[in-house]
């Protein structure tokens, strides 16, 4: 059942909107958490439209009951800076808004239990967010995930953020203490620093995108993926050919974290430098 409902979260002043999908026949049981986190302008509405794919992969069995879960991200309110905003939105989704949804809709307090997913914009927080907290988070799954291929701010092309107005990214990230933000949340640049953290966690990570995205998503896809095998960093890499941003994705884009948090895939071996 899809149902839609509002929090109060200290970190904003407005509610947060959300939906929460649940599988019939399971009421009153703890079940697995899925945050399905939407892309840049999107809502909790996304959930509605995934929904049919989630019940679809729930009917064939290779996805277990879960609270699959989509707040719409406060982008309408002011909250200060853009590293201002993306922190607020961070210690929501692990804190306040994560103890919400466990202690109301009956989702897993378990770390392997709680899993995270989304495309672009989504894919890009749901790898920050299990890259950054580990311990919180078994897996995630990230579909054309909004990253770039470099590891700091200052490697950037402008060619790669035609979307985005370049002179709000320079002012937030255009100087040292942004620069060293920009990199401690970045997806590429977490995996090389805290190679040894994310080995041990044995985190979960699939990631997925066409090779011919229209955002060049495919490019920051590449890259990150190249830092998690070249450090040792288990996951497991799709790159589609012939696909672009607007094509459907797969089920197994949702059955894939619930089901890596039931398996262990084998760790690329580190590289033999000379």
């Known amino acids: 059942m899809l149902t839609q409902a509002t929090v109060q979260c200290p970190e904003f002043l407005n509610p947060i909107d959300y939906a929460v999908l649940r599988p019939d026949g399971h009421e009153g049981q703890t079940l697995p958490l899925l945050y399905v986190l939407h892309g840049g302008g999107g809502s909790r509405e996304h959930l509605q439209r995934v929904a049919p794919k989630i019940e679809q992969v729930w009917a064939e069995g290779s996805l277990p009951p879960l609270v699959a879960v989509t707040p719409s991200a406060p982008n309408d309110e002011l909250v200060g800076s853009i590293r201002d905003a993306e922190d607020r939105w961070e210690a929501v989704l692990t804190g306040s808004f994560l103890q919400h949804v466990r202690a109301t809709h009956g989702a897993s307090r378990e770390r392997k239990f709680t899993m995270t997913c989304g495309p672009s914009q989504g894919g890009l927080f749901s790898l920050r967010l299990a890259l950054k907290h580990p311990d919180l988070f078994g897996a995630a799954a990230a579909l054309a995930p909004g990253i770039q291929p470099v590891l700091d701010f200052a490697e950037l092309d402008p060619r790669q953020l035609f979307w985005l107005r370049p002179e709000a990214l320079t002012a937030a990230f255009g100087n040292p203490e ?26 979960a990570l699939y990631l997925e995108c066409g090779d011919r995205d229209s955002f060049g998503a495919h490019h920051g896809a590449e890259f990150l993926h190249r830092q998690l095998f070249d450090n040792g960093i288990s996951h497991e890499y799709r790159l589609v050919r012939g696909r672009t941003t607007s094509a459907p994705r797969p089920p197994i884009a949702f059955a894939t974290p619930s089901s890596f948090s039931a398996r262990r895939s084998h760790r690329p071996p580190l590289p033999t430098r000379p």
């Open 178 to 203: 942004g620069a060293s933000y920009w990199r401690a949340n970045n997806p590429a640049a977490i995996a090389r620093d805290n190679a040894a953290r994310l080995r041990d966690a044995d985190l």
